[in-house]
T-cell receptor, first 113, second 110 residues
Framework: NAGVTQTPKFRILKIGQSMTLQCTQD?????MYWYRQDPGMGLKLIYY???????DKGEVPNGYNVSRSTTEDFPLRLELAAPSQTSVYFC????????????FGQGTRLTVV | AQRVTQPEKLLSVFKGAPVELKCNYS??????LFWYVQYSRQRLQLLLR??SRESIKGFTADLNKGETSFHLKKPFAQEEDSAMYYC????????????FGKGTKLSVKP
């Protein structure tokens, strides 16, 4: 059972480039989340999804886009990378009420130069 | 807006000493509250949740609605408890809106 898998683990982008961070889960979870964690800071919610076809903004959605075409996948898109997006990105998923435990991926370390 | 506050960035104690990691939430309703832990080089994982009223690895946390707090406690800290601890909240009105505090780094010295 792989759980939550994120790719890539590391990436360096140039300013203005775009990329997609991939996240997939094999637990048939309804809920999926994207967080960013800046150095010395906590996790900030970027976007979340409560099921296929449904996405919602979190605390810091600007500069990002998401889609949820399947239950398994929840990719995060950066269209025009900026240095402020240098961070560690975490994807997570949960089954939903009443079993609301969130399972996390290993993270993607992104540097924008 | 919902908010989770962890006032301490770093908490350092000696082995065998009691530990209390503070967490306060801002919401007038009934949130579901959690403590997550991230050990070195491991994924963030659930430690405990308030609805289970459980004790995990000797840690307990009690929801105090009057003080809007959910502090994490352990009577005798162990070196293996050294990790980052995050308090998180989930509100019934929006099951997807899982919000985390900034985290407290616990360092247990021998």
């Amino acid at each position: 059972n792989a759980g939550v898998t994120q790719t890539p683990k590391f990436r360096i982008l140039k300013i203005g480039q775009s990329m997609t961070l991939q996240c997939t889960q094999d637990m048939n979870h309804n809920y999926m989340y994207w967080y960013r964690q800046d150095p010395g800071m906590g996790l900030k919610l970027i976007y979340y999804s409560v099921g296929a076809g449904i996405t919602d903004k979190g605390e810091v959605p600007n500069g990002y886009n998401v889609s949820r075409s399947t239950t398994e996948d929840f990719p995060l898109r950066l269209e025009l990378a900026a240095p402020s997006q240098t961070s560690v990105y975490f994807c997570a998923s949960s089954f939903g009420h009443p079993n609301t435990e969130a399972f996390f991926g290993q993270g993607t370390r992104l540097t924008v130069v | 807006a919902q908010r989770v506050t962890q006032p301490e960035k770093l908490l350092s104690v000696f082995k065998g000493a009691p530990v209390e990691l503070k967490c306060n939430y801002s919401y007038s309703g009934s949130p579901e509250l959690f403590w997550y832990v991230q050990y070195s080089r491991q994924r963030l994982q659930l430690l405990l949740r308030h609805i289970s009223r459980e004790s995990i690895k000797g840690f307990t946390a009690d929801l105090n609605k009057g003080e809007t707090s959910f502090h994490l406690k352990k009577p005798f800290a162990q070196e293996e408890d050294s990790a980052m601890y995050y308090c998180a909240s989930l509100y019934g009105g929006s099951q997807g809106n899982l919000i985390f505090g900034k985290g407290t780094k616990l360092s247990v010295k021998p």
